[in-house]
């Protein structure tokens, strides 16, 4: 049976905080083990900066029902990786096959990593997120794979899992494969809340009220036949081809067709966004040109036809 032996030095050399936890190299499933990927999932744990890894003991030790290790490694709230298994862990069960991983025995094809976040009120943070891109790419050019060899159980699954939740699995694949190539892709987010680069009219109120929200609060207003934007300012590194990506909070009541207004090279451009669903997550606008330069970028208009608030929450730019 084969061990990853290598996978802390290969993730300090990434950058990636790791916590070695105890007998790491002989602590395993009997088994097979040849992976070719790796596997994110979540933890369905409540985690919090004071309590950052509840369910670093049950990934070591398993439960009544499934014998530990239960991953290689488990992602806690500050991004820091407790590495528990050099070998076979129980976390992946069947595979159904997803992209390049076949179908057959998830635990033999993939490394696994269990990012402590509870998944149903709770993203994963900013900080998991980062660290688990870093130790993703690491790892699978260690094992000579490309991006596409990075999973979510929800792909892999045929028991129903929904982890990892609050991802965009080909965002993920693509910032992966960014931090192949050549390190990290340039990439900025702005939310209602950052200094200098938000402004908006005073018919935008401000909510907390729904627990999809990007940062402590976002910003609302009623559809009118009149622009009155909320803009969002760049400073675009160059002129070059950028993925805009938005965040929102998706309620039933909001609007249906949120026009959000891309300021490209070659003038504005709409694409009408449905905000009753899909909330709470990273959703694609597309890939634009834009100029170089510190400027508003990207802005939430209230001149949509459909009922129910607009929401103006965070904005992403990622250079492609
Ligand atoms: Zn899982």
Redesign the pocket.
């Given at each position: 049976m084969a061990t990853v032996g290598w996978l802390v030095d290969v993730l300090r050399g990434a950058g990636v905080q790791v916590v070695v936890e105890g007998d790491w190299l002989n602590r395993m499933r009997p088994g097979s083990f040849d992976p070719i990927g790796v596997l994110w999932?979540?933890t369905a744990a409540t985690s919090s900066a004071s309590n950052p890894h509840p369910a670093l003991n049950i990934c070591i030790n398993g439960r009544s029902d499934l014998p530990g290790p239960l991953c290689q490694a488990l992602v806690d709230y500050h991004g820091v990786f407790h590495v528990i298994s050099a070998g076979r862990c129980n976390?992946a069960g069947v595979s159904g096959g997803s992209g390049p991983i076949p179908a057959g025995d998830g635990n033999t094809l993939m490394i696994g990593w269990e990012i402590d976040y509870n998944g149903v009120d709770q993203q994963m943070t900013a900080a998991q997120y980062n660290a688990s891109i870093a130790a993703t790419a690491a790892v699978l050019t260690r094992l000579g794979r490309d991006a596409s060899h990075a999973r979510g159980?929800r792909e892999t699954s045929t028991t129903g899992?929904i982890?990892p939740s609050f991802i965009d699995l080909n965002t993920m694949r693509s910032d992966v494969a960014a931090r192949m190539t050549g390190g990290t892709a340039w990439s900025a987010t702005v939310d209602n809340s950052t200094a200098g680069r938000f402004t908006a009219g005073t018919s935008w109120g401000v909510s907390s009220y729904s627990g999809q929200r990007y940062g402590a609060d976002y910003r609302y207003a009623d559809p009118v036949a009149a622009s009155d934007a909320a803009w969002y300012r760049f400073n675009v590194p160059a002129s070059a081809n950028y993925r805009v990506e938005v965040w929102y909070p998706a309620n039933a009541g909001y609007n249906s067709a949120t026009p959000y207004i891309v300021a490209t090279s070659s003038g504005n451009r709409t694409v009408y966004v449905d905000q009753r669903t899909g909330g709470g997550q990273w959703r694609g606008l597309g890939t634009f040109a834009l100029p170089a330069g510190d400027a508003n970028r990207v802005a939430v208009s209230r001149w949509s036809s459909a009922s129910g608030y607009v929401i103006a929450d965070a904005v992403r730019l990622t250079r492609v």
């Open positions: 999932h979540h976390h159980h899992k982890d």
